[in-house]
């Protein structure tokens, strides 16, 4: 299994470190958590950094319109015109799996963007409070976080058709409260800091406190959260689609991709294995970036579950 | 003595009303969301073609026209006692079907849970505390790989693996909701190792970063310093400390879990909690969607309930704090 998914993304990440020669293996182990920040978070970047740029560019490089059939080049494998090959309905892989990222990336970071935005304010805002209002939210963010995140996304989208601005509105609704809960407890510990007191001493207003000197000084924890949870985010935006309650036949979309892909994977293994690949670099490249600045930061990022 | 225990059973009823509330908290939200879902219950049941007096009727006999702060009380109590009403898709009661489901889960989940744990937890502590070598940079980048692709394909690769290339194991569940359990025990294994494996990469993480943390500690230091052998050091001193941040974070993945079934299971046919999850978001049944939402926050509470208490029992530190949840 370990050897599978190594070949799954054997791509980007060359091979294991295992009897290869020095500057290769050099690569190898910089993938690594256990690697400075600084070489993790340089990686992690130019991941993204690539997928931004195919993204933007994906109209012009990719050559075909990902939505068009054509019968007669159905399930080719790799050809001169078509690189990756064509799907059951003879779409263009490459292209699909180009396009596909254009639409992740622009739901990821719509909804990273905004989950994130609201639970920073909020947790800081709460954290300073320290009072019955701090009690109230808390206790709505535990309940929220009790319930399931996916059953939660699965009804909305199912009620609500899966629009672009309907899955951003409920990945927010789902993160948000987690976003609070971990700002939050870095704002706590800022709040005791000889500046607030210096702040409230001066007479500062609550609010001018809470943007003018908590805020700035959670920024660290908050832009480690925000890549580790757009690389969630995306997991669980293409598991939506791969389960057919996300984005609509015939959009590209790598989730959707695989779904439908998976049938053929003895056939036309690209079909599937190319968005995968595109997935994966892209969750690599935000988890390293995640890792890297946590630990140029001074930020344990290891110390948090799949979930909190 | 009796002043020193006090704070502590203090601290404790504390955490337990807490969690009550949480739950309680939960079903509210649950049961007003899905009561603001558009679309009326009645109509969706008779079709589009019913007659007005036939909807009011059901409506009566469902107890739609009451208040619905009575229907929420109403249904709080007949789920505490495992009633959780009837389902709108079999027209039979959700509680068995829901059990049922439960426990199928759990046969993939427990095992998961429990070898995924012992496994991510050796593999950490080994990366932690041979920092910087060959099998700690292994481990680490095994481990990031795993846990950036997503369950759906290692479960894919799975089936293509040990279904079809070498059939040892089946590939989808072929007996559906009936299964018994000794029917469903080859059928288990798969879906097992891929929750096992994406549970396994997020806790080594966890388990080698807090052993590196110990190992760097005085107390660590110390205990070299006065001849232990390495073996002695780790395991007397570096993984018992390590394993305490590592409880919450395995709490925390029971939620995870509740999610990673709802794909491993669609992928294997599997007859469990996720699969009944997808049904009836699918086919809009209503109560077995709330069943299912509150059986899922009680999980949650309770093992975060459980491992604040057993992390209490086991470091006194969090005992002398005024607030244990800060």
């Known amino acids: ?308 | 003595m009796n002043a020193s225990i006090a704070p502590t059973v203090l601290l404790v009823l504390r955490r337990l009303a807490t969690a009550l509330l949480t739950v309680l908290l939960a079903s509210l939200f649950v049961f007003f969301a899905v009561q603001a879902l558009p679309g009326d219950v009645a109509q969706q049941l008779l079709g589009q073609d019913a007659t007005p007096d036939a909807v009011a009727a059901l409506r009566e006999t469902l107890g739609l026209d009451q208040n619905v702060w009575l229907r929420y009380g109403n249904w709080l109590l007949g789920s505490a006692t495992g009633d959780f009403g009837i389902s709108l898709v079999s027209g039979e009661p959700v509680g068995p079907d829901l059990l049922v489901a439960f426990r199928n889960s759990m046969l993939i989940a427990v095992p998961a849970m429990v070898v995924g744990v012992a496994l991510s937890l050796t593999l950490g502590v080994i990366a932690g505390v041979r920092r910087g070598r060959p099998s700690d940079h292994t481990i680490s980048l095994v481990s990031l790989i795993v846990m950036s692709v997503p369950e759906f394909m290692v479960a894919t690769i799975l089936v293509l693996l040990f279904a079809i290339a070498i059939p040892v194991f089946p590939a989808v569940v072929l007996r559906g909701d009936s299964a018994t359990v000794a029917e469903l025990l080859p059928a288990v294994w798969l879906p097992a190792i891929v929750l096992t494996l994406a549970m396994a990469a997020y806790i080594v993480r966890t388990a080698r970063s807090s052993t590196i943390d110990v190992m760097a500690s005085e107390f660590v230091t110390t205990a070299e310093l006065k001849g232990l052998t390495t073996r002695q050091v780790v395991w007397r001193h570096a993984v018992p400390s390590a394993l305490l941040p590592t409880l919450n974070v395995v709490a925390l993945n029971v939620a995870w879990l509740l999610g990673g079934v709802v794909v491993v299971e669609n992928v294997f046919n599997y007859p469990g909690m996720g699969k009944l999850m997808l049904e009836s978001v699918f086919n809009r049944d209503l109560p077995t969607i709330q069943a299912i939402a509150v059986v899922s926050a009680l999980v949650y509470v309770v093992c975060n309930l459980a491992a604040d208490l057993i992390a209490l029992a086991l470091d006194p530190r969090l005992r002398t704090r005024r607030k244990a949840r800060s």
């Open chain 1, 1 to 308: 299994m370990t050897r599978s998914t190594t070949d799954a993304t054997g791509a980007a990440v060359n091979a294991g470190p295992g009897g290869l020669p020095g500057r290769i293996r050099g690569v190898a182990t910089s993938l690594t958590s256990s690697l400075s920040g600084s070489a993790a978070l340089t990686i992690g970047l130019g991941l993204i950094a690539v997928h931004v740029v195919l993204a933007v560019l994906a109209p012009w490089i990719a050559g075909h319109d990902p939505v068009a059939t054509d019968s007669t080049v159905a399930l080719t494998g790799s050809t001169w015109t078509h690189w990756l090959g064509t799907d059951q309905y003879g779409r263009d892989i490459l292209s699909r799996t180009l396009n596909g990222g254009r639409y992740a990336l622009l739901v990821t970071f719509l909804a990273t963007t905004i989950a994130v935005g609201i639970g920073t304010v909020l947790g800081c805002i709460t954290a300073y409070a320290d009072n019955w209002f701090d009690e109230v939210v808390m206790r709505i963010v535990d309940a929220l976080l009790a319930v399931p995140s996916i059953l939660a996304l699965l009804v909305v989208v199912t009620v609500f058709d899966s629009g672009l601005w309907v899955i951003v509105l409920a990945v927010t609704v789902v993160y948000a409260p987690a976003v609070t809960r971990v700002v939050r407890g870095a704002a706590r510990t800022i709040i005791t800091q000889d500046y607030v007191t210096a702040a409230r001493a001066r007479g500062e207003k609550p609010l001018s406190i809470v943007f003018r000197e908590i805020l700035p000084n959670v920024m660290d924890v908050v832009l480690v959260e925000y890549a580790m949870r757009a690389s969630w985010i995306v997991l669980l935006i293409s598991t939506l689609s791969f389960l057919g309650f996300g984005a609509n036949p015939p959009t590209p979309d790598w989730g959707l991709m695989v779904q439908e892909n998976r049938t053929a994977l003895t056939v036309a293994p690209l079909g599937a294995l190319a968005p995968i690949v595109a997935l994966a670099t892209l969750v690599i490249g935000l988890n390293l970036s995640a890792d890297g600045l946590s630990k140029s930061l001074g930020i344990d990022r290891a110390q948090k579950g799949a979930v909190s």
